[in-house]
């Protein structure tokens, strides 16, 4: 037995070297045993601990003590794009391996959309193209591999196609928890729940990214209003006490809503962030907290001077927009009311006003939202007496 082990990583080993480079020869099960065997594949250098102890943490789902041995192991500066963070090897860090290493944080924290996170795996590419030992075809293979993942959400022609890819390199190593992890992932993303959720339960039983499992299965389930939502969002919480689960925040009352608020405001997504605080300031909207409210949005403005179109930014300006709008109706407020919504709201998807019947409709809205009892003859009144003269001063299609 132990002769035919040498005489078989020999051949892995030929195999690697060799320049018709033949991946599928040498990635066997027992190189690739977690992350596609890359803590395995890298023992051959000097200074692996640190790469092992990076990927441990991101399979642990610690993303914080990663970022922590990233840049203690490496120089890493921090990236700014779309209003998000992400990180990147300084310019005289460049390698293989550190680039892998950052598109794997950034990957794990999602704040990154796919296409920024593909130019972080492949913008470096050029590191690979002449290099023939052991350790850097592996890097190229992992790459490929994240490549064909990411091009599953960026290609939807092809999409597909890169799906059956990452399929079919999971049946050559079906031990490996990162193709195991992938492929679930993309199946989630067409809806192939009969698919992915039986993987991402056996990923869980491994402690493999658990985190955004977990929150990922609570999120699935409190959509389809099951059972098992608090089934899943209580294994959540227990095991990641202090971590952001915005799925299980509508279930939490005063203190605890604000410190399960607080942990998704403070950890390393800003994307949780942004909603956290939304939700918070609806929260102080809702219990008449208007200091509270009008300095949640003054915070929102400051971090927001300039104009960037993303999906979760537009989101978030609409929702501040409604939140504001929602108080100076309240405080009967009318003439602020109308300041704001002509003079402050910017581009949203959630309040839009061109015309007048939008306007009356928007109203309309408010009125009912703290008038449910009413009726629509009410309305017209109301909004004659405190409305009317702001519509015909604003809108040219007045009649």
């Known amino acids: 037995m132990f002769k035919k ?30 992350s596609l065997g890359i803590k395995r594949a890298l023992n051959e250098k000097s200074n692996t601990e640190s790469e ?51 598109y794997r944080y950034n990957e794990s924290v999602g704040d990154m959309k796919n296409e920024r996170l593909y130019f972080n795996l492949l913008g470096n590419a050029h590191l ?19 490549e064909s993942y990411l091009s599953f959400y960026l290609d939807s022609i ?27 992932n993309m199946n989630f993303e067409i809806h192939q729940y009969n698919i992915c959720l039986p993987i991402y339960d056996e990923l ?7 985190y955004k499992i977990l929150r990922r299965m609570a999120g699935h389930y409190k959509y389809q209003n099951s059972k098992k939502y ?15 689960a915005l799925e299980g925040l509508e279930a939490k009352k005063d203190s605890s809503f604000i410190i399960s608020c607080n942990n998704c405001m403070n950890g390393n997504s800003r994307r949780d962030s942004i909603k956290a605080t939304v939700v918070l300031t609806r929260y102080y909207l809702n219990n008449n ?47 602020k009311f109308c300041t704001f919504l002509f003079n402050e709201v910017g581009y949203n998807r959630k309040i839009k006003v061109e015309n007048s019947e939008e306007f009356y409709n928007l109203i309309k809205q408010y009125y009912f939202d703290y008038n449910k009892n009413k009726s629509l003859e009410d309305f017209d009144i109301f909004f004659k007496k405190n409305f009317f003269h702001f519509e015909k001063k604003n809108f040219s299609d007045f009649v």
């Open 5 to 34: 082990r040498i005489i078989v990583v020999g051949i892995l080993f030929f195999g690697v070297v060799s320049c018709n480079f033949q991946r599928n020869e040498f990635l066997s099960n027992d190189l690739f045993i977690v």
């Open 52 to 102: 092992r102890k990076i990927l441990n943490a991101l399979d642990s789902s610690n993303d914080s003590l990663a970022l922590r041995y990233l840049t203690n192991d490496f120089q890493i500066e921090m990236n700014e794009y779309n209003g998000y963070l992400g990180i990147l090897p300084a310019e005289d860090e460049q390698s293989s391996i550190s680039n892998y290493l950052s």
């Open 128 to 146: 690979y193209r002449f290099k023939k030992d052991y350790n850097d075809s592996v890097i190229r293979f992992l790459n490929e591999i994240e």
């Open 158 to 184: 092809n999409k597909y196609k890169y799906l059956e890819k990452i399929k079919s390199n999971l049946e050559i190593f079906p031990s490996s928890n990162r193709l195991k992890y992938l492929y679930a």
């Open 204 to 210: 869980l039983r491994s402690d493999y990214y658990s």
């Open 230 to 244: 608090k089934i899943y969002l209580n294994l959540l919480e227990k095991q990641f006490t202090n971590r952001c």
């Open 289 to 335: 907290n208007f200091n509270q409210v009008v300095e949640q949005y003054e915070s929102f403005i400051k971090s927001n001077q300039d104009f960037i179109l993303d999906s979760l930014k537009i989101w978030e300006a609409g929702e501040y927009y409604d939140i504001m709008l929602h108080a100076f109706f309240f405080k009967s407020e009318y003439a």
